[in-house]
Structures are given as C-alpha cells and as structure tokens.
C-alpha cells in the first residue's frame, strides 16, 4: 500500500501540472452541474486516429442527458504508465482507463489467455468470441473486490511479423537466426522463440532505432506500427501471420461502477458497444490506407499464406496455458467453440 500511496501521490503531482487542480479534481456533484464526472485515460496520442475513436466516447455518452453523466478523456499517458492507470483506478482515483490485455495479466493471471498466439485464427473468430462468451463476460466481472473491473474491449487489429529483408515469413525457418523485437512479456518471447526467432525485448519506443542500427532484424506488431512508428522507413516486407488479436481493455474503477444507477451501468456499457463498432467499421480502413502508405515506401506485403506450421508450433504455450488450472481451461475452451462460423 505504500507503494500504490507514492505513486497515486506523483501521478496526482503530476496531472496538476499538466491539466490544473479544477479540471482533474471536479466531484461529481459540484456546484452548478448535479451530473457524474467520469474521467478515462489511455496512452494513445490525443490526435491520432485511435485517439479520436476513444474520445467518441465523450460523445455517446452525452447523447442522452437524462442518463447524468460526463466522460472526460485524458489521452498520451498523462496520468502514468498503464500499470499506474489500474492502480489510481483500484484506488478510487481514476474512474477508468483503457488498458492492454498484457497489462491486465499482470493483475489477473486468467487476462493472459489474450496473449496465446493462434488463440483466435481469424478475425471473425476474435470478433464472435469476444462478443459473445459468457465466460468472457465473466472474467471481467471476476475483479470486482481487486478494485476494478472491464466494462467493455477495444478490438485491437491482427499482429503480424516484418523484416528488414524482403522475404515472406512463411514458416519458423524464415525466421531463424533473425532477431525479433519483443515485448517485454514472457508469452511474447516465449511466442517468438517458438515460431522460430530469437525474441529481443524492448519498449516499443525503441523499436526504430534498433531497426536502424541492426539491433534486430525484425519485428511484430500491426499495420499501424509501420506509419505511426515510421518502421516503413527501415523495413522492407510484411508477412499477415496474424499470430495474435489482442484486445485493449476498458477497465472502471468498483468505486466508481458502485456510483452508478443501475440504469446509469446499463447505459454506460451501451456506449461502449457502440463505440466499439465504430472502431470496427473504421479499423480494415485505418489497415488499408497504413499498408498503401507502406507499400509506397517500398514495403512488399505478403498475404493468405499457409499458417499450419506456426499454429503447431506454437501449441506447448497453449498447453502450459491450460494446465494452470480449471477456470484456464474452462475459458479457453469456450473462446475456441467461436472458432466455427455460428457459433
């Protein structure tokens, strides 16, 4: 606890200095406005495309004034880094945040499963599970007492492999030898060594420079990382292995979620549907217009290749997965049920 009190007390520190002490510090029933003041923070830039899908949110929300309520959005890792963003909300002092599902895992060890290479084998799989499971919705509703709990997901995008070198990454020998930029997460390293790279890992901020100077050979990320990040500049091809669909996710401090009416939650947890199908039908052309961008600067993109190889490769991680227990296996057995078309 005194380490969560030290840290709420430099993250507070330092969102005065930069949004002031009326802005961050507003009740919910203060004078003049008898609404509820939900603040949210992410670390996307404000200004970029992902940023403003976020910031919609602001507006679903104010679309019915009866319902009483205001998001915030405090965008750029403002209020600290994503671990710092569960902590202020486990403490009451964020009311909610968007949050990798990596980050999660370091909470709740079940939220690992979203890591798994080849958990989801298509996009309309990932789609139909996260809509649709049950025991999804009961993992988010599992961290109440810890603080916090996930009122909805962002549908991050497929991550796939790029090189500096022009060659399609069809099978784990094209990638041994090489040297991949990893996360800084043991699923991520043990998921590159598996599919047959030697995983380095580093902040994704990192990530240009040790591309430049050879530091790694490759990396893997979305179509996103090669125009946002610049990689475009550096890497010469892009292999759609799409060995992971891992989804953000929008965690609401208990504090906060317990302020609320029940039909205040109801409503709240509409927008997030809705604001998450905006996403959706914005993201293929977010991909298209980064992957045409890539191709211009000389990027060869390489599609529809045959993943079998990876997929086998990658299965001991899927059982040491499942072995951790009962609640493991009971959750990734019903994300796989939405493998198959209607389910």
């Known amino acids: 606890m005194k380490r969560i009190s030290k840290l709420i007390l430099s993250v ?4 005065l200095l930069v949004i002031g002490v009326s802005t961050f510090f507003s009740v919910n029933n203060s004078i003049g406005s008898d609404k509820i003041h939900i603040r949210m923070a992410h670390g996307q830039a404000g200004n970029s495309e992902i940023g403003g899908t976020i910031a919609y949110l602001s507006e679903l929300v104010a679309e019915d004034e009866s319902m009483g309520m205001e998001v ?12 710092a963003m569960i902590e202020l909300a486990q403490a009451g002092v964020l009311d909610m945040a968007k949050i990798s599902a990596n980050t999660v895992g370091q909470f709740d060890d079940r939220y690992r499963i979203f890591s798994l290479p080849y958990l989801f084998v298509s996009q309309d799989h990932y789609y139909r599970a996260m809509e649709n499971s049950e025991v999804i919705r009961e993992l988010f509703e599992a961290t109440k007492d810890a603080g916090y709990i996930a009122i909805g997901y962002y549908c991050n995008g497929s991550r796939n492999f790029y090189l500096k070198e022009n060659v399609a990454v069809t099978d784990p020998s094209v990638l041994k030898g090489k040297k991949i930029r990893s996360m800084v997460s043991s699923t991520s390293m043990d ?14 901020s990192e990530t240009y420079t040790s591309l430049q100077q ?45 302020r609320l009416s029940d039909k205040q939650k109801e409503y709240l947890m ?4 809705k604001l998450n199908e905006n996403f959706v039908q914005q ?4 991909m298209s217009e980064a992957i045409e961008e890539a191709q211009s600067y000389g990027v060869t993109v390489y599609r529809d290749i045959d993943k079998s190889a990876f997929i086998e490769a990658v299965q001991p991680i899927h059982e040491a997965f499942r072995a951790k227990g009962q609640e493991y296996q009971a959750l990734y057995d019903d994300i796989q049920k939405y493998a198959k078309e209607g389910n």
């Open 214 to 258: 050879g530091i790694v050979d490759g990396a893997e990320n979305t179509e996103l990382a090669l125009t946002v990040d610049k990689h475009e500049e550096i890497v010469r091809s892009y292999t759609y292995t799409e060995h992971q669909y891992t989804p953000d996710i929008y965690v609401i401090s208990t504090k906060t979620w317990n």
């Open 270 to 273: 509409g927008c997030f549907l």
């Open 283 to 286: 993201y293929n052309r977010m």
């Open 191 to 204: 998921m590159i060594e598996a599919m047959g790279g030697s995983p380095v890992p580093m902040s994704s």
């Open 72 to 83: 915030s959005i405090y965008p750029g890792g403002v209020l600290g880094s994503e671990t």
């Open 12 to 15: 507070v520190v330092a969102v």
